[in-house]
């Protein structure tokens, strides 16, 4: 169910971006139902974007999009040069993005060993989607939406928060191919 409700997250998400300025994303109220009573717990998540300038024309960066992503082990489920977008509705990982751990691109909170992310099932999407900057290079926008939850266990996944580390890795990656 939680899978279901991520990826309609972000789906809803990738829409929003390609048409205006971003708006979170917030994830409906959950209602517990005991015999005593009912209470409403709000299980709310704002998708918050990583954004950045980089100095080259928007064909340049679309050129080395695909690849940066690539580099990074990301696999792309979509792509549209008309709006200049990419990304993955939801890969399924453990312990690692490529070659980095995950707990330096999600926060899932910490267990008793360490970073959760590092050893949950991690529900992992990327987006990102370019645009002209006023300044003559593009901007960079990317979303990065996660849930988690013990591998080892059955049940629903949480939300993870991310780092800030794959949206400022990607546009590194971005800068360094257009060298």
Same mark, same amino acid.
């Given at each position: 169910?939680?899978?279901?409700?991520?990826?309609?997250?972000?789906?809803?998400?990738?829409?929003?971006?390609?048409?205006?300025?971003?708006?979170?994303?917030?994830?409906?109220?959950?209602?517990?139902?005991?015999?005593?009573?009912?209470?409403?717990?709000?299980? $709310?998540?704002? =998708?918050?974007?990583?954004?950045? *300038?980089?100095? +080259? %024309?928007?064909?340049?960066?679309?050129? &080395?999009? !695909?690849?940066?992503?690539?580099?990074?082990?990301?696999?792309?489920?979509?792509?549209?040069?008309?709006?200049?977008?990419?990304?993955?509705?939801?890969?399924?990982?453990?312990?690692?993005?490529?070659?980095?751990?995950?707990?330096?691109?999600?926060?899932?909170?910490?267990?008793?060993?360490?970073?959760?992310?590092? $050893?949950?099932? =991690?529900?992992?999407?990327?987006? *990102?989607?370019? +645009? %002209?900057?006023?300044?003559?290079?593009? &901007?960079? !926008?990317?979303?990065?939406?996660?849930?988690?939850?013990?591998?080892?266990?059955?049940?629903?996944?949480?939300?993870?928060?991310?780092?800030?580390?794959?949206?400022?890795?990607?546009?590194?990656?971005?800068?360094?191919?257009?060298?």
């Amino acid at each position: 169910m939680r899978a279901g409700i991520l990826s309609l997250g972000v789906a809803m998400a990738w829409a929003c971006a390609s048409s205006g300025p971003p708006s979170p994303t917030i994830n409906p109220d959950v209602r517990i139902v005991t015999p005593q009573n009912e209470q409403a717990m709000s299980i $709310t998540s704002t =998708v918050v974007e990583g954004v950045a *300038t980089v100095a +080259a %024309p928007i064909d340049k960066v679309w050129a &080395v999009l !695909t690849p940066a992503y690539d580099s990074l082990g990301i696999p792309l489920t979509a792509i549209d040069p008309a709006t200049h977008s990419v990304g993955n509705g939801g890969v399924i990982l453990h312990r690692k993005l490529g070659k980095t751990r995950l707990s330096e691109y999600i926060n899932c909170g910490n267990s008793q060993g360490g970073p959760s992310a590092d $050893t949950y099932e =991690v529900n992992l999407s990327i987006s *990102t989607r370019l +645009a %002209p900057a006023l300044s003559g290079g593009t &901007v960079v !926008t990317t979303v990065v939406n996660a849930a988690g939850k013990p591998a080892s266990l059955s049940g629903d996944y949480i939300p993870c928060a991310s780092t800030d580390g794959l949206e400022t890795r990607l546009v590194r990656t971005i800068e360094a191919q257009l060298k």
